[in-house]
C-alpha cells in the first residue's frame, strides 16, 4: 500500500503542466498554442507557460533574448504596465518565428521528484514515459527555432509591423514602396530613421496618409499631383541657385557693412554662444578688431571662423531670413576650406572651433541639417585625436584659459552628439566612460584670461554667469545619453517599467537644476529668455522621445494614462515657446489671411527661418496634438464634448507658422498641406462628420492650399531665376522625368513621408553649371 500511494504521489508530482499559466489560474481548457486561443480573445500579453519539462529531461535552458551584460542604464527584464505578481515571466520571441515563448521555470515538486529513485516498476514507467515526453517537446521546439531561423536568414526585405496576436509577423505596407517600417526605426530609400526619429510619430497619421495614397493611385493626373510636381520642380530650382557653383580651398574675404557685422555678431553671441560655448568672447572681440584695422594681416583660419558666426548671426537679423543666399555660401566655402589637403596641419583649437561652428551652421542656415549626425561625429573623433577627452589636468601643462577652453569645446561637442543622436534616431556611439574631463568653471569671459591663477577658478558660483547654462545642460547630460542609449541602441529592451524609470530620474534632475537656475538669478543677472526656453525645450524634448513609442496604447490603453498626459502638456508647452499664439494674429478659421506680429521671440524667429529641430520639433509637438484631438473627437462625438480651446489653438497656429516658413524660403510644401488636412479632419470631426464624409474635402483643400503655395513659390523663382537663354522661362512647365519620381515617391507612405519630413535625396537635377547665386543686397 505505501508503495502504491508513493506511486501516485509521484504521478502527481511528474505530469507536466500543459496549459499556460492564465489558462491555469482560470481552470479552462487551454488549447496549448503560444499565445493560446483563450489569451488571444482576452487580448492578455502574457501568455507564458511554466515549462518544467526542460528541466526535467536535462536539457540546458533556453539563453534569453536579450544580452546578459546589457548596456549601462538599461535593465535586461522588466515587465509591461499589463503584467502583474503572479502572471509569469515575459514572453522571448525567438528570431523569426512570430511566436513566443517563456523563459524556463521550474517547480520545486518537479525538482524534487526528479531527484528522487524508487524501486517500483510503476514508478520507473511513469517517470521514462514523461522523460521521452519532455524529450520530444524539446526536439520539437528545436526544429521550429531552426525553420525560424533559416526563413529569417532568406526574407525579403520588407516591413516588420508587430499585431496583438502576432508579435513578430512580417507584412508589407505596399507595393514598390521605398519605405519600410519596423518595430522601432523606418528605413526610407537610403536612410535609417530610429525610434527617436519623429517620423514613428506621423505614422500614426493612418486616415491622413491613406486618403493622400489613394488620391494617388486614383490618378496620377489629378490636379493635386501636377500642382505638387510644379511646386517641387520650382523648389529643386531655387535651391540649386542658392548654392555656389564651386568653392575653392581659399575662401573669400568678403564683410558686409561694419554696422551689419556687428548685428551679426552680437547675434551670435545672444543666441548660439550663450547656449554652445565655443569661443572665449574677450579674445574673439580682439581678433574682429583687428579684422577692420588691417584685413590683410588677419589670417584665413580667423575669417572662416568669422564667416560661420555671421552666418549663424544672419538668421535672426530679420524676419524673412533676407541673407540666406550670402550664408548658405559662407557655410559652403567653410566646408570646402576644413577637407582642403594638409588636413593635419589643422588640429588646432582655432580650427576645432570652426568645425564645430561649422556643425551649428548646417542646422541654423540650413544646409543638409537632416544630416548633421553624421559630421558632429567625425567633429567628435577630431577632439578625442586631440586628447579634448581628457582633462587638462592628467595632460602636459597649460595655461587655464587654454585648460578651461578645451573643456568648454568638449561639453559643446558632447551636447551636440546627443542631441543629434536623439534628432535622427542614430546610436549616440558614446558613454560617459570615453572620458574624463571635467566641466569648465562656473564664470564669465572677463574673469578668464591666460594669466588667471587655476585656484581662481570656481566651480559653483551660486549666481548667473556665462557658462551658466551650459553647465546646466551639462548637469542632465548622464541621463539624456542614457535616454537616447535606451531609445536607439539595438540591444535595449523597450520595457514600459524601464521608461517609467527614466522618466522619473529625468523628471527629478530637471527640477533640481530648475531650482539652481531659479536661485542663480536671484543675485542680479538673469537668464534670457532665449535661454530659458531652450533649456526647458531641451529637458521636454527628451520626455516626448521616451513616451513617442507607447503613444499608440496610450491612446487605446487606461494603463498608459500618465503617457498620454505627459506627451500631451510638454507638446502644448514646446508648441507655446516654438510658435507662441501672440507672435501669430488670426481671424477664426481665416488661417491664410493670418499676418505675422513683429512681437518676435528669438526662438519663434528660428522656428520659423532655421533648420533641423527648430523646424520639426515644433511640428512633432503639433502632430501629437492633433493625434490626441482626433482620438477624443471620435471617441466622445456623440457626447459633443467641447475641446480644449488651448488645444485647438496650437493647431491653427502651426498653419500660419507653416506658411511663413515658405515666405520665409522653406521649399517644403508638403508639411503645410498635411497640417492643413489636419485641420479639415480636425474641423470635420467637431462638426460632427463621419470619417467617410471628410476624405473628398481634405482632397479640395489640399489641392487650394498647393495651389497658394505654387503662386509664393512662382514670386521667389521669378526673382532668383532670371531669363535664360533669351526667352522667360515657365515656372509651370514640369519635366517629364520629375513627374514619373513624383510616381514612384507618393507610392505608398514612403513618398509621401520623404517629402514632408524635408528628407529628399541629395541631388541637384536642376544645378545650372557656372552660375553662382545672385548677389544678396546688404540690409
Known sequence: MNIAAAARVDRRRRRPALACVNCRRSKIRCDRQVPCQNCAKAKNKTCVFDDARARASGSPPAEPAWPSAP??????????????????????????????????????????????????????????????????????????????????????????????????????LGPRTDMHS????????????????????????????????????????????????????????????????????????????RHIADQLVDNYLRISESVHRVVHVPTFRSRYEQVWAAPDAVDQAFMVQLHLVMAIGSTVLDADFSMRNTAVRWVYEAQWWMIAPSFKKRLTMTDLQSMIL????????????????????????????????????????????????????????????????????????????????????????????????????????????????????????????????????????????RTMELHENLAGIHRSVSRRLAAAETSGRKLSLYQRQVFDCTVRHYFLAIHIPHQEMALKEPAYAFTRTTILDNALKISLAYCPPHVYHHAGHDVPGSTVSEQDTDLSRLAAVASGTFRWIPVCAALLIGLDLQDKLRDEAPFNTPVRPDLLNVIKVILVWCLRRIKAGDMNCKGYVFMKAQWVLIDGLMAGKSLQELPKTMI????????????????????????????????????????????????????????FLGLEPIDHAFDTPGLLPPSQPWV
Not at 522523460?131 to 520530444?136: F, G, I, K
Not at 486614383?218 to 500642382?227: F, G, M, P, Q
Not at 557658462?467 to 536607439?488: E, K, M, S, V
Not at 505654387?710 to 522667360?728: C, K, T, W, Y
Open 358 to 497: 561649422a556643425c551649428l551652421a548646417r542646422e541654423f542656415v540650413g544646409v543638409d541639417a537632416d544630416l548633421t549626425w553624421m559630421p558632429v561625429g567625425w567633429l567628435l573623433r577630431v577632439a578625442i585625436q586631440m586628447g579634448l577627452h581628457r582633462d587638462p589636468s592628467r595632460l602636459p601643462p597649460t595655461d587655464v584659459l587654454q585648460a578651461e577652453m578645451r573643456r568648454r569645446l568638449w561639453g559643446t561637442i558632447l551636447e551636440l552628439n546627443v542631441q543629434t543622436s536623439l534628432s535622427t534616431g542614430s546610436p549616440v556611439l558614446l558613454s560617459l566612460s570615453d572620458f574624463d574631463t571635467e566641466p569648465p568653471a562656473d564664470m564669465d569671459d572677463d574673469d578668464l584670461a591666460a594669466t588667471t591663477s587655476s585656484t581662481a577658478l570656481v566651480r559653483d558660483a551660486g549666481k548667473c554667469t556665462d557658462t551658466t547654462l551650459p553647465l546646466a545642460l551639462r548637469a542632465t547630460l548622464p541621463i539624456r545619453l542614457a535616454i537616447c542609449r535606451f531609445l536607439n541602441d539595438l540591444g535595449a529592451v523597450n520595457a514600459y517599467d
Open 700 to 755: 479640395a483643400t489640399s489641392t487650394e492650399t498647393i495651389r497658394q503655395v505654387l503662386v509664393i513659390l512662382e514670386d521667389q523663382a521669378r526673382q532668383m531665376l532670371p531669363e535664360e537663354g533669351g526667352g522667360s522661362w515657365d515656372p509651370m512647365q514640369v519635366p517629364t522625368d520629375r513627374m514619373i519620381n513624383m510616381e514612384e515617391d507618393w507610392d505608398g507612405m514612403g513618398g509621401f513621408f520623404l517629402d
Open 71 to 172: 548596456a549601462p542604464g538599461v535593465s535586461p527584464l522588466s515587465r509591461s504596465p499589463l503584467s502583474g505578481p503572479g502572471c509569469g515571466p515575459l514572453p522571448v520571441s525567438l528570431p523569426g518565428s512570430g511566436r513566443s515563448t517563456a523563459p524556463s521555470t521550474v517547480s520545486h515538486d518537479d525538482a524534487s521528484s526528479a531527484s528522487a529513485t524508487n524501486p517500483s516498476l510503476a514508478a520507473t514507467s511513469v517517470s521514462s514515459r514523461h522523460a521521452d515526453a519532455l524529450q520530444h517537446r524539446v526536439d520539437e521546439l528545436e526544429r521550429r527555432l531552426a525553420r525560424a531561423e533559416k526563413s529569417s536568414r532568406h526574407r525579403d526585405w520588407t516591413a516588420h509591423v508587430p499585431t496583438a496576436k502576432e508579435p513578430d509577423q512580417i507584412v508589407p
Open 182 to 257: 519596423m518595430p522601432r526605426a523606418i528605413m526610407s530609400k537610403t536612410r535609417y530613421f530610429g525610434q527617436s526619429h519623429w517620423a514613428n510619430t506621423a505614422l500614426l497619421y493612418k486616415t491622413i496618409l491613406d486618403m493622400f495614397h489613394s488620391e494617388v493611385v486614383r490618378s496620377i493626373d489629378s490636379e493635386a499631383v501636377v500642382l505638387l510636381n510644379k511646386c517641387k520642380t520650382l523648389g529643386q530650382r531655387i535651391k540649386a541657385r542658392r548654392m555656389p557653383a564651386m568653392c575653392t580651398s581659399t575662401p573669400s574675404r568678403d564683410l558686409p557693412p
